[in-house]
């Protein structure tokens, strides 16, 4: 989305470059403007052949004249840094996670540090984050919250006042903590055999919770839906959203139930769902892990339509700063500082 954008202006070229690539063509819609090539022809492990993989990035960066490398995800910042001697290219880090966590790649551990010496710019998901980063390692270049943009759907959404449909969508992983959602459906469904409970998403951990599904009984009600091909139907359908998860980034199916006007229950965990959800306004925070306080929650907005309906009426509160306008014109100035830089 947001290199669609900055390729509208004609004072930006973009290039998608990738490791490899496995598909002929990309998940998702992408600018015909927008040119894309990889490092590797094949399916390649980058750290495997480290120096190598470096080598062909160093050319690559040449041959297209790049002038600015973002890392979509710090942990590249371990083939990109290196590249700042011999080049010139200025390097933005631009993280995905939290600082708080290295979800399956201990290099993070490395290379956090190191873009905070040597990288032009670090781009955080929330203010949360921006502050961890600052606490933590006292970088020497800028740190920089921008959220990710929110779409707008079409036609506007009204909100299902009557649905007796609860929401909630993402990869079934450890990350996302659909384990713990299990044992709030277990307390929540069998007092309410008129709701559903829908899960949209895919992942390692369905085997997992399916059998815990089936041992709680409520098969008939929690249903795992796996990967859709329009969510859109569904956020129009539902009555709330519930998120469980264990740490975000910055989770965009809240930012994409916010937009469909849905009230949100959902764990305050690190980072995102604060900066998102205001507590008693458009929806409730849970405190993280807390089984019996989440279906605490999930109960009183079944039992209170009037609850729903007067968090739906405000979830478009605070919107603005997730427009996608708001951040293109974000990145542009940070595009500019790094480009030409304050002289001191």
């Not at 299902?160 to 044992?183: E, H, N």
């Not at 390692?204 to 329009?230: F, N, S």
């Amino acid at each position: 989305m947001v290199a669609n954008e900055l390729v509208k202006d004609s004072s930006y070229k973009v290039f998608f470059i990738s490791l490899f690539e496995e598909q002929p063509q990309p998940f998702f819609p992408i600018d015909e403007a927008i040119k894309r090539d990889t490092v590797y022809s094949t399916v390649t492990h980058g750290i495997q052949h480290y120096f190598d993989t470096v080598k062909q990035l160093r050319g690559l960066v040449k041959k297209h004249h790049i002038d600015v490398l973002i890392d979509i995800d710090g942990i590249l910042d371990m083939y990109t840094l290196p590249l700042k001697r011999g080049t010139g290219v200025k390097v933005i880090s631009w993280e995905h996670f939290n600082y708080l966590q290295n979800p399956g790649v201990p290099y993070r551990k490395l290379t956090r540090p190191w873009a905070a010496r040597k990288a032009d710019a670090i781009v955080t998901l929330t203010t949360a984050d921006k502050n961890l980063y600052e606490q933590h390692l006292n970088p020497k270049c800028p740190v920089i919250d921008i959220p990710n943009p929110m779409i707008v759907p079409s036609p506007a959404p009204v909100y299902a006042a009557a649905s007796q449909t609860i929401l909630s969508s993402g990869r079934l992983t450890y990350q996302k903590g659909f384990d713990m959602l299990v044992d709030v459906a277990e307390q929540v469904l069998p007092r309410h055999p008129d709701w559903q409970w829908l899960i949209l998403g895919e992942g390692e951990d369905r085997p997992m919770l399916e059998e815990k599904i089936a041992r709680a009984g409520i098969g008939k009600q929690l249903i795992l839906k796996g990967r859709v091909p329009d969510t859109d139907s569904y956020y129009r359908k539902s009555a709330f959203f519930v998120l469980t998860s264990r740490f975000e980034g910055l989770p965009m199916v809240l930012l994409e139930a916010k937009a469909y006007g849905l009230p949100i229950v959902s764990f305050d965990c690190p980072t995102g769902p604060s900066e998102i959800i205001e507590d008693a306004l458009n929806g409730n925070l849970v405190r993280p892990d807390d089984i019996s306080g989440m279906a605490e929650s999930v109960n009183r907005l079944i039992e209170d339509r009037a609850i729903r309906e007067r968090y739906a009426l405000h979830a478009g509160d605070g919107d603005g700063r997730f427009a996608k306008e708001t951040i293109i014109d974000q990145w542009k100035t940070l595009l500019n500082m790094v480009l030409r830089p304050i002289s001191r």
